[in-house]
């Protein structure tokens, strides 16, 4: 009975590191996927954006959009950012007076008040053309929680240790409780050894907003996590007729 429990204990541990690792991954890969297709669409790219990815509800975060005149007379773009909010799209626009080669930094507050879908802040800056001037288009999306009353950072922070100490910890017990390990054992523990290395890839590729990584690896992370406690767990082989 003890052993049962100290397993069980170590599957828990595990699976809660694990689902910790999914939820911020999965919830940065949400932000930046409803971003991605928020407020006007133009063809162009290229707008440089540095936005937060988590804030906590009562925390206020500044998006800035590097903009850069690259051309060698002056040039006036003007600057739209498209907000979010519960009352519907705010759209904010800032003209710009740029010298020759000459970049300015814009900067836009967000907090609470621009929530939607209960967890997020979507924003969507847009660079019309101007002359010869190129137009330029970026988006971000921020995911808002706290843990414990934490910051938003202080909560990223939190879960990506948390994680990484429960899968750990996990881990280990398992090795302690079941070594040395049967073939069944040894299988299963490669299995949870996989998938807590896609879990946390996909949480280190949605740090920078790799939303093309982090989608897959979540995806794959998720039918990893179906089979192991079907096939391994639920219906082990030696139970099979």
Known sequence: MRLKLLSLLAILFFLAGVLWQLFLSGGILWAEVEA???GSQINAGGLNLNCPLVLSPSESGTVTATITNRLDEPAAPLITAEV????GMQRLGTPLALAPHETRIVQWPVNDSDLVFGRLILVNV????????????GYCGILV??????????????????????????GILWRLIHAPFDEPANQ??????????????ALLTALPRWWGLTLPLDAFALIMLSVIFTEFLLFPKSDKS
């Open 36 to 38: 991605g297709v928020y």
């Open 145 to 170: 929680f706290n843990l414990f009353h934490l910051n938003g950072i202080h909560s990223l922070v939190a879960i990506m240790i948390g994680s990484i100490v429960l899968v750990s910890a996990g």
């Open 126 to 137: 847009i660079q019309g053309r101007y002359g010869d001037l190129d137009p330029g288009h």
């Open 188 to 201: 299963t523990f490669k299995a949870c050894e996989g998938l807590a290395g896609v879990t946390t890839l």
């Open 84 to 87: 979010s909010s519960a009352g």
